[in-house]
C-alpha cells in the first residue's frame, strides 16, 4: 500500500497548506507531510496569487493525488464517512458547502492586503475599504452559522469542514489586529485555541525561511 502522505508548502504563509492538514486531521487521517522547498518556484507564485492554479496542497492516499481543498475535502468526506465532516442536517450540509465554496473561490481582497504571516502581529494596521468588505462578509457568514446552529463552532458543537476552509482567516484577524463583534471575536478564539491550530502556529514559528513579498509593511 503506498504511504498515505500530504504535501504542503510555507506552514506560515500558506494558508491552503493549512486548510489541507486540517482536513486530514478532521477525517482522522494519518499522513506523512512532506513540506516544498522554499525554492520551489511553483509553490512561491502560489503564495503570491500569480499562479494559475492552486496544487498544493496535496494529498496522496492509496495511490491518488487530490489537490485543491474542496477535492481533498469531498474526497476525505466520503472515504471516513464516520468522521462526519460535513453536518448531519440536511440544511446545514448545504450551508456549509456555499460558504466553503465561497470562501474557496471569492475573498480575493482579504487574501492580497492580509496575507497570512503567523509570524507577524500588525497593531492597528488599517484595512482598506476593499479587504473591510470581505471582512464584513466573512462576520456575517460566521454569526448567522452560530445564530442557526448554536456554536460554538459553524454548525453547532462539531467541527466541520467549514470551520476547516475559515481557520486560515481567523489568524489573519489576529494578525492584523482585526476589530471583531463579540460573535466573532469568541468564534476566532475557539478556532485559534484548538490543539491542531496551536501544532501549526508552533510549527510556522519554528520556520526560517522568508517570502519577502509577503513580509512587506503595507
Given at each position: 500500500?503506498?504511504?498515505?502522505?500530504?504535501?504542503?508548502?510555507?506552514?506560515?504563509?500558506?494558508?491552503?497548506?493549512?486548510?489541507?492538514?486540517l482536513l486530514t486531521r478532521l477525517a482522522g487521517l494519518d499522513v506523512t507531510v512532506e513540506q516544498l522547498s522554499p525554492d520551489d518556484e511553483a509553490a512561491k507564485q502560489e503564495l503570491l496569487l500569480k499562479s494559475s492554479s492552486i496544487l498544493v496542497p496535496?494529498?496522496?492516499?492509496?495511490?491518488?493525488?487530490?489537490?485543491?481543498?474542496?477535492?481533498?475535502?469531498?474526497?476525505?468526506?466520503?472515504?471516513?464517512?464516520?468522521?462526519?465532516?460535513?453536518?448531519?442536517?440536511?440544511?446545514?450540509?448545504?450551508?456549509?458547502?456555499?460558504?466553503?465554496?465561497?470562501?474557496?473561490?471569492?475573498?480575493?481582497?482579504?487574501?492580497?492586503?492580509?496575507?497570512?504571516?503567523?509570524?507577524?502581529?500588525?497593531?492597528?494596521?488599517?484595512?482598506?475599504?476593499?479587504?473591510?468588505?470581505?471582512?464584513?462578509?466573512?462576520?456575517?457568514?460566521?454569526?448567522?452559522?452560530?445564530?442557526?446552529?448554536?456554536?460554538?463552532?459553524?454548525?453547532?458543537?462539531?467541527?466541520?469542514?467549514?470551520?476547516?476552509?475559515?481557520?486560515?482567516?481567523?489568524?489573519?484577524?489576529?494578525?492584523?489586529?482585526?476589530?471583531?463583534?463579540?460573535?466573532?471575536?469568541?468564534?476566532?478564539?475557539?478556532?485559534?485555541?484548538?490543539?491542531?491550530?496551536?501544532?501549526?502556529?508552533?510549527?510556522?514559528?519554528?520556520?526560517?525561511?522568508?517570502?519577502?513579498?509577503?513580509?512587506?509593511?503595507?
Amino acid at each position: 500500500m503506498p504511504e498515505d502522505k500530504l504535501i504542503i508548502s510555507s506552514r506560515n504563509y500558506s494558508s491552503w497548506s493549512l486548510r489541507g492538514w486540517l482536513l486530514t486531521r478532521l477525517a482522522g487521517l494519518d499522513v506523512t507531510v512532506e513540506q516544498l522547498s522554499p525554492d520551489d518556484e511553483a509553490a512561491k507564485q502560489e503564495l503570491l496569487l500569480k499562479s494559475s492554479s492552486i496544487l498544493v496542497p496535496c494529498l496522496i492516499h492509496k495511490g491518488y493525488e487530490i489537490w485543491d481543498s474542496i477535492a481533498i475535502a469531498e474526497y476525505l468526506n466520503e472515504e471516513f464517512p464516520k468522521a462526519q465532516m460535513l453536518p448531519a442536517d440536511h440544511a446545514a450540509r448545504a450551508r456549509c458547502r456555499s460558504i466553503s465554496g465561497e470562501m474557496h473561490s471569492g475573498f480575493s481582497a482579504l487574501r492580497s492586503a492580509l496575507p497570512m504571516n503567523l509570524r507577524s502581529v500588525k497593531k492597528g494596521f488599517v484595512v482598506w475599504s476593499a479587504a473591510q468588505a470581505d471582512i464584513d462578509r466573512v462576520c456575517k457568514i460566521w454569526r448567522d452559522c452560530i445564530e442557526t446552529w448554536g456554536g460554538p463552532f459553524l454548525f453547532g458543537k462539531k467541527m466541520s469542514i467549514g470551520d476547516v476552509m475559515y481557520a486560515p482567516v481567523t489568524t489573519r484577524f489576529k494578525t492584523y489586529d482585526v476589530k471583531l463583534d463579540p460573535v466573532c471575536l469568541e468564534y476566532c478564539k475557539t478556532i485559534l485555541a484548538l490543539p491542531d491550530m496551536k501544532t501549526w502556529a508552533k510549527e510556522a514559528l519554528n520556520e526560517v525561511e522568508e517570502v519577502a513579498e509577503l513580509e512587506v509593511e503595507f
